[in-house]
């Protein structure tokens, strides 16, 4: 087995923690009961929610070692103080909608990249602490970056070393921001490494994303807006495999090194469709091709068997865990009814207004 060995990081620095991956990375990490302390940071943008994180701050255990400080990754005032006193920092923090990549690209840029150099830059102060004494180490960087960075697959699994082509501004941004990281490595020996995971799902997920966003719609016998011909494809990964992956990484990934985190469960969307309306009991017709999303990227697939030489296997199969993920948006309507209120018609408008007027039926 290849990797630096187990090491152990009891502070650790979680951007973005109130997200999706980062949320659940904070509860399965506080969860082990070992004595780790976690500061999330997190701006708490739309996608952010305070209450992913509210069973950690019920049990008095794990609130006892948690801290939230709510402020933007891109602020070295905020960011310096938070990094000075932590072991390592793991990097959630992100835009990560690709259609909000094409309707406002520069949010991303702000924080998928700007924010990833805020962050780095505050390492390096540390590396230059420990070199004087003033710490122990530097703190360890990992950066949560994605299988968008390898552009469309259109045959074969993507491997680490291939060339990076994303092709939208959501992937270039994050394939800036993994390429800064690795030349901080480079350049300032830096210790980091990357993660790039494939399509998540999973309780928690904001409903604007097609897993969440079709069982929420399909729940009300709304239309279910499919891009193109729907014969795209991805890799599903359970979003508890996702965070368990990168937590492995964290602990034994080699220095400077990047790991694809693949799900193993390559579908196509009507796949993934026809698994959702068939658990939920609603009809194929609620399904509506849309004009597709521009630039789409056809099929996303990784090979990952450099995490899996590291000791790492996925636990979650993607009929357990789209059951699991279907119940849980079963039982908890009031989490993602508050995310489709306020700003969500504005957003549901502009994105699908003038598609489902134009839809027409999907066929099977
Ligand atoms: P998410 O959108 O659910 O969460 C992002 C979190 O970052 C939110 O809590 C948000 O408030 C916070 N945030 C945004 N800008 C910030 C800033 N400037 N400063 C501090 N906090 C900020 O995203 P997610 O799905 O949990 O993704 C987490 C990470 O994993 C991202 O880096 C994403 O690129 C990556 N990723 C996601 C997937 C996926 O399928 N969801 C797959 C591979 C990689
Ligand atoms: P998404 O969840 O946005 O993830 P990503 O773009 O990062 O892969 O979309 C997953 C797939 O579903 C992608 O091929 C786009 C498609 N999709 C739709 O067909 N309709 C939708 O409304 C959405 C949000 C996505």
């Not at 020996?189 to 799902?201: A, E, I, P």
């Not at 849980?328 to 598609?355: F, M």
């Amino acid at each position: 087995m290849s990797g630096t060995g187990s090491r152990r990081f009891p502070r650790l620095l979680v951007t973005g923690g109130a997200g999706f991956i980062g949320s659940c990375f904070v509860r399965d990490t506080l969860a082990r009961r070992d004595g780790t302390t976690i500061v999330v940071l997190d701006k708490l943008t739309y996608a952010g929610n305070r209450a992913n994180l509210a069973a950690v701050e019920a049990d008095p255990e794990q609130a006892a070692r948690f801290r939230f400080v709510t402020g933007d990754i891109s602020d070295p005032a905020v960011v310096a103080p938070l990094v000075a006193d932590v072991d390592a920092v793991a990097n959630f923090a992100a835009e990560s909608h690709v259609d909000r990549s094409i309707l406002d690209p520069e949010a991303f840029l702000r924080t998928d990249v700007l924010g990833v150099h805020v962050l780095l830059e505050a390492c390096r102060a540390e590396q230059e602490r420990a070199a004087r004494g003033e710490r122990a180490a530097a703190p360890r960087f990992l950066q949560v970056s994605t299988d968008e960075v390898y552009g469309s697959v259109e045959s074969g699994e993507s491997h680490e070393e291939d060339r990076l082509e994303p092709r939208s501004p959501y992937s270039a941004a994050k394939a800036a921001g993994e390429l800064l990281a690795h030349s901080y490595f480079v350049t300032f020996g830096l210790d980091t490494v990357v993660t790039r995971g494939s399509n998540t799902y999973g309780p928690y997920h904001h409903p604007e994303k097609l897993i969440p966003l079709f069982i929420t719609n399909a729940i009300d016998d709304q239309q279910l807006p499919l891009y193109g011909d729907g014969m795209q494809q991805r890799d599903w990964l359970y979003v508890a495999d996702h965070a368990g992956a990168i937590g492995h990484v964290l602990e034994h990934g080699d220095s400077g090194e990047a790991y694809n985190v693949s799900g193993g469960n390559e579908r196509t969307n009507r796949q993934v469709v026809a698994e959702l309306l068939n658990m939920l009991d609603k009809p194929w017709s609620l399904v509506r091709l849309v004009a597709d999303r521009p630039g789409h990227d056809r099929r996303y697939a990784m090979d990952g068997s450099r995490l899996a030489s590291l000791g790492w296997t996925n636990k979650v199969s993607f009929d357990d865990g789209l059951a699991t993920t279907v119940g849980w948006y079963r039982e908890n309507e009031a989490w993602w009814r508050a995310l489709k209120a306020g700003d969500w018609d504005a957003y549901y408008r502009r994105q699908y207004g003038d598609r489902l007027a134009g839809s027409h039926e999907a066929g099977r």
